[in-house]
């Protein structure tokens, strides 16, 4: 069901919020939830959010802003496909995306949260980590990979490195994405013989999926204890994944107060003239036309 435009400001320091402009520059937001997102009107909304992305790039870049959004969930919760959505019609310059391999013997040696601090971001950028320093608090301590000592003393130390990123002036956003464990089975279903997904079902992915209920217990340990006034973790039921990247960046938007760059108008100048200038006779080697 249609709503009528919000032609609200936010007069917080004179800027515009990012979630009422959105809707004055799109119109009627997505279809009621519950009901099923058609493509078409799922592209008209995310369209509309990609316009605000960009003047939030802009506006990042001109007054030198430093954003980091962290994105956490089980395999199979829409992560991938969320940041994708986010970054398609942005520059890679300003949104950066991270995805960490698995630690080196030498990076196994460091402090835990060594190898994610050079991928911060500095002025004018915005990093995404697909996955991030939570590793350990997630698929590290339910594989095995370290000990509850190791997870006790991370649940401890990251708070306190959160609030020392946030007051070096660095915009934290960390986003949940919480899906069901009947869509997360079809899903993981669904990527054994697509050619286009089986990179995206490795053999830790198959055996973390029986670990369902310790994954929870996890995921509560976590928020418990990393869910804070100056880093609060946002969950997102993403099992409709349309939806979820719609609501995702409609929040983000909403979390980074913004406003459009002023910029000139643009006119492209008249061509130069041929002049002396003449096509060379060379046998180019164009790809062959069979589409």
């Known amino acids: 069901m249609a709503k009528k435009k919000d ?36 592209q008209r909304v995310l369209k509309g959010l990609h316009v605000e992305l960009v003047k939030l790039q802009e506006w990042v870049k001109a007054k030198g802003l430093k954003v980091c959004i962290i994105f956490e969930g089980r395999d199979g919760a829409g992560k991938g496909g969320t940041i994708k959505a986010i970054t398609e019609r942005v520059s890679p310059r300003v949104f950066r995306v991270v995805a960490l391999p698995a630690p080196t ?35 590290e301590r339910v594989m095995g990979f370290c000990s509850e000592e190791q997870v006790k003393r991370f649940l401890a130390m990251a708070p306190l490195v959160e609030k020392a990123i946030v007051e070096s002036g660095v915009i934290l956003i960390k986003y949940w994405l919480e899906v069901s464990s009947d869509e997360q089975t079809r899903r993981l279903n669904a990527r054994i013989d697509d050619g286009r997904k089986i990179w995206k079902l490795s053999p830790m992915d198959v055996l973390s999926y029986s670990r369902w209920f310790d994954y929870s217990r996890a995921r509560d340990e976590m928020f418990q204890a990393t869910d804070t006034s100056w880093a609060p973790w946002f969950a997102v039921r993403s099992d409709d994944k349309k939806r979820a990247r719609l609501n995702i960046i409609k929040h983000m938007l909403g979390r980074i107060p913004y406003k459009s760059v002023p910029r000139d108008k643009v006119k492209l100048p008249k061509r130069q003239k041929e002049g002396k200038y003449k096509e060379i006779d060379y046998p180019f080697k164009f790809v062959p036309e069979v589409h």
């Not at 936010?10 to 997505?30: I, L, N, P, Q, R």
């Not at 196994?108 to 060594?114: A, E, F, N, R, W």
């Open 7 to 42: 032609k609200s400001k936010d007069k917080t320091k004179g800027k515009t919020k990012a979630a009422d402009t959105v809707k004055t520059e799109t119109g009627s937001e997505a279809s009621t939830p519950g009901e099923t997102l058609k493509e078409r009107e799922y």
């Open 105 to 139: 013997e030498r990076e196994k040696s460091q402090m835990y949260l060594q190898r994610y601090i050079p991928h911060l971001p500095a002025a004018g950028e915005i990093v995404i980590f697909d996955r991030s320093w939570y590793n350990r608090a997630g698929v």
